[in-house]
């Protein structure tokens, strides 16, 4: 008996573990977000000439990388800059594109190691989510 009850409480500590590890990740997440839009809209209002962005742009670029967080849409360090660039360069000249568009428009970051399919939903649930925003 001893020894099952020592199995059950080694195995919650594991989840426990886990579940806590991954709760700091999503935390980690928004407070990054939270954090760089803050710094951005301070440096924003002491000097607006000297963006390259306005505050809004910023803000739909960190909604953007969201997305491709929420759906798994990341692949590497070296293509997911280059994708999430891309869609937010293609996203401000197209308001409402297409699955297909938005394909084609990531087709110049794809390699051969994963699916692309991931970052064309992310792209997708990003449009979506800002439709319905616009609502
Ligand atoms: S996933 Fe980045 S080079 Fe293939």
């Known amino acids: 008996m001893k020894k099952y009850l020592s199995f059950f409480r080694l195995r919650f500590a ?8 991954a709760l ?3 935390i980690t997440q928004f407070a990054w977000g939270f954090m760089e839009i803050m710094i951005f ?3 924003y209002r002491a000097d607006a000439a000297s963006f390259p962005m306005h505050f809004s742009a910023t803000a739909s670029y960190i909604w953007l990388q969201q997305a491709f967080l929420d759906n798994c849409g990341y692949q590497c360090g070296f293509c997911t800059p280059g ?5 937010k360069a293609f996203l401000e000249e197209h308001e ?3 699955e297909e568009e938005v394909r084609e428009a990531l087709a110049g970051n794809y390699c051969r190691c994963g699916t692309h399919y991931t970052a ?3 792209v997708m649930a990003y449009v979506q989510k800002r439709k319905e925003e616009r609502q």
């Open 120 to 122: 064309v939903e992310s």
């Open 41 to 43: 809209h301070a440096f």
């Open 96 to 98: 409402n594109p297409t």
């Open 83 to 87: 994708i999430i660039m891309t869609a």
């Open 14 to 21: 594991m989840g426990l573990q886990y579940r806590t590890a």
């Open 24 to 26: 700091a990740g999503i």
